[in-house]
């Protein structure tokens, strides 16, 4: 079966994009799948099972980059195409099956959206997939131990806690008496120069931390991700990784909606910023707060 599977440009649309990829891996073996993504989120899919060829669109003026993506799968006859940008390219192409994804704002989780597509119920929950030789980079950088990882940077200024505000909670959170006490601490964040002005701060407040910000490549970052203890982050295809790896999660919001974007996994939440949802600064999110969630978190299981 040859499947085309049209997903997002931005990281974070592409991890929840995850689950159904998986849900059609699943229940069609052998399948094989072009992935048509944007460049930044070409690593999100670089390890999956299945995956014939990846198509990276660069986004051009008048929208020619989608005649470029029409020119290089117009000629082939697919079994299904699957098209979550909501655009015409799945109407111009030979398939025995076409599912597109309807645009524009609505009501629900974007994880929900992406399931109705298909139909498939329960929404699947985003996965990741890395190489033995990612998870051997991840252990040689993070040795077995208690580990907290902090994400503070993001794609929109606005989205991002202030760098103090991580700093305090590294404290809390890995004091002799915290619920992470003594854990070794990480900072991640993406490739570039303004991500590294981003993470500046919390890395110069904690000198001691592992810097790990634009050093890896997108499999190596949920290699990393799946051996931590607990993942504190902005709203971003980083915490939405996090998320999907089935590690502890905390994303913190504040102006951006919760209720479409939170991380989703075995133990992700959402801590919102006091105020209404969607348009409270990230300053209104108290340290207290995120310790509370994350002592919650972290909690044992009662048997």
């Given amino acids: 079966m040859q499947i085309l599977f049209i997903t997002s ?24 799948i072009t992935i048509a993504c944007g460049p930044v989120a070409e690593g999100v899919f670089a390890c999956m099972p299945g995956r014939e060829r990846t198509i990276a669109l660069t986004k051009r003026r008048w929208s020619l980059h989608w005649l470029e993506l029409w020119w290089q799968v117009a000629f082939r006859r697919w079994d299904l195409v699957v098209d979550l940008r ?13 599912a597109v994804m309807r645009g524009g704002r609505r009501a629900g989780h974007r994880l ?24 051997a980079r991840a252990k040689s950088l993070l040795p077995d131990g208690p580990l907290l990882i902090l994400g503070p940077t993001a794609n929109w200024h606005v989205k991002m806690w202030p760098a103090e505000r991580f700093v305090a909670l590294a404290d809390r959170l890995t004091r002799v008496l915290g619920p992470l006490p003594k854990a070794r601490i990480a900072i991640l964040g993406g490739p570039g120069e303004q991500e590294r002005r981003m993470a500046a701060p919390v890395l110069e407040a904690l000198p001691d931390a592992v ?8 499999p190596e970052v949920a290699a990393v991700l799946a051996r931590t203890d607990l993942y504190v982050g902005n709203d971003s295809g ?20 919760s209720d479409e974007y939170a991380p989703v996994g075995a133990r992700a939440q959402a801590v919102l910023a006091d105020g209404p949802l ?17 002592e919650q978190l972290l909690a044992p299981v009662p048997a």
């Fill in 211 to 218: 810097d790990l910000v634009g050093k890896l490549s997108l």
């Fill in 86 to 98: 909501g655009s015409a390219i799945a109407w111009l192409l030979w398939t025995r099956r076409r």
């Fill in 278 to 294: 969607a348009i409270t600064p990230m300053v209104r999110l108290e340290v207290e707060t995120v310790v509370q969630a994350a």
């Fill in 238 to 257: 980083l915490m939405h990784i996090a998320a999907a790896t089935g590690v502890p999660t905390l994303g913190l919001f504040g102006p951006t909606p």
């Fill in 9 to 32: 440009t931005r990281i974070g649309d592409a991890v929840l994009s995850t689950g159904l990829l998986d849900h059609l891996l699943r229940t069609h073996p052998g399948a094989r």
């Fill in 112 to 135: 929900q959206h992406i399931a109705e597509t298909l139909s498939v119920t329960p929404a699947p929950r985003p996965v990741v997939w890395f190489s033995a030789e990612d998870a």
